[in-house]
């Protein structure tokens, strides 16, 4: 049978046509690394293991809520897929273990990793290819301020946090030492990093002209023994402080806590509130701290003492149906779990308005554009709020203050603070 060259030609061209149509059109769902038709593949560090492990808990929470979200159609149809990595709180582990996720796993953002030396030691990596790194779980200063002009030069617009910053969380600390102890004298315990340093900042800028009231600053290092830590308090005590702060990650919290109350040393005690969860301060009455009166702050909502508010009633069934070996965490009063719940409902809100294809630049738009109060696990009246001017999602805090002893509880009091950056 002869064939029509004619014939032969168009059908040969409408062919090229179909499957180059096809070809961009499977291009459109792989050009954004991380996202498909179905699925949407972000990734994160955190210290399932090693000093810092006590915050495990936090991105098991934020899986759970990827389920939740993922149990009722995704977002926009596809479904959330979380890779999360054991980095130790070691930033020579944070760098291979973002490596991995970004150049093997391919994700589409790197989402909540935690600690402010193991985000800093990625920060200029992930910027440079243009990853988002969002969410970060820390306050430090430098995620919020890139993005005004004082960073120009060399601004990291990929990168935002999410919880207040250090600094303004201290500067209300010093509100509060100058409206109930005048006079103080001042110790601070803090950890020798850019962590600790960010907050013994913000302290002795709230301070102004008080600042001279700090008779003492104590450094220790991650992993150092009680006794390196008793022996800073010891000091402490002997320049006549009276007042002692603690900028400190969880275990050194607790070493702190139970190794003034064990010289029979009983200061002003305020805690930062990385270090305010219950259960670290549950841990410290078990090895004899004395926890009346110790003041902190918080920003999202208590399961113990807010049991009623509509967000944590979704959160006690969120963990129980997606994580229920957390349950007995979560009725002790665990706030990482309420903490990574927020935090991933702020992405998956971000996610919902960069677009029903979104890519990492729509992402970082919809981040930096947000203004809601709708967050279930905040305290009520908290908005996450951020624009060209504002780096930071979250400028509000509320004083609390621990009662009831070794199985007592933060109890919230006074009014929502703002504008403390």
């Known amino acids: 049978m002869a064939v029509n060259r004619k014939r032969l030609g168009a059908l040969l061209l409408a062919l090229a046509a179909t499957a180059a149509v096809a070809g961009t059109a499977a291009a459109s769902h792989t050009s954004t690394p ?11 560090t955190f210290p399932f293991t090693g000093p810092a492990s006590l915050y495990k808990t936090i991105p098991v929470a934020e899986q759970a809520f990827y389920a939740s979200v993922n149990a009722h159609g995704g977002v926009f149809h596809r479904k959330i897929k979380d890779i999360t990595l054991d980095d130790q709180y070691d930033p020579s582990q944070t760098v291979p273990q973002t490596t991995k996720l970004v150049e093997q796993n391919h994700v589409f953002a790197v989402v909540g990793s935690l600690g402010t030396a193991p985000v800093l030691s990625t920060w200029n990596y992930l910027n440079k290819k243009h990853v988002p790194q969002v969410l970060v779980a820390t306050g430090d200063a430098y995620w919020g301020n890139c993005v005004h002009k004082a960073c120009q030069g060399s601004a990291k617009p990929w990168t935002i946090g999410w919880q207040p910053d250090y600094p303004g969380e201290a500067k209300l600390y010093a509100k509060y030492i100058l409206g109930h102890k005048a006079n103080a004298k001042i110790g601070v315990l803090y950890q020798n990093d850019a962590y600790g340093k960010n907050y013994l900042a913000g302290l002795r800028t709230g301070l102004g002209s008080h600042k001279g009231q700090i008779v003492d600053t104590e450094s220790y290092n991650l992993g150092d023994a009680a006794q390196v830590i008793a022996a800073h308090l010891g000091a402490m005590r002997v320049k006549g402080a009276d007042t002692l702060v603690i900028f400190a990650t969880p275990t050194a919290t607790i070493q702190a806590l139970a190794g003034r109350t064990a010289i029979g040393w009983s200061p002003l005690t305020l805690v930062n ?17 004395s926890l009346n009166g110790i003041v902190s702050t918080a920003y999202v909502a208590s399961q ?12 006690k069934n969120i963990i129980h149906k997606y994580a229920p070996s957390l349950d007995q965490d979560f009725a002790t009063g665990d706030l990482n779990l309420v903490y990574g719940l927020g935090s991933a409902w702020t992405f998956v809100y971000a996610l919902k308005h960069a677009g029903k294809n979104p890519t990492r630049a729509s992402l970082m738009h919809a981040l930096r554009h947000m203004n809601t109060a709708k967050n279930p696990f905040l305290l009520p009246g908290i908005t996450l709020k951020t624009s060209k001017k504002r780096g ?16 007592g509880d933060w109890h919230q009091f006074g009014k929502l603070y703002g504008g403390l950056h």
């Open 34 to 44: 991380g996202v498909t038709k179905k699925q949407i593949v972000i990734g994160g």
């Open 273 to 289: 509130n990385v270090s305010a969860n219950r259960l670290f301060e549950l841990k410290a009455g078990q090895v004899g701290a």
């Open 304 to 315: 113990t003492t807010q049991a009623n508010l509509p967000g944590m009633k979704l959160a």
């Open 392 to 407: 930071f999602p979250m400028e509000q805090l509320k004083l609390m203050k621990w009662s009831g002893g070794a199985g």
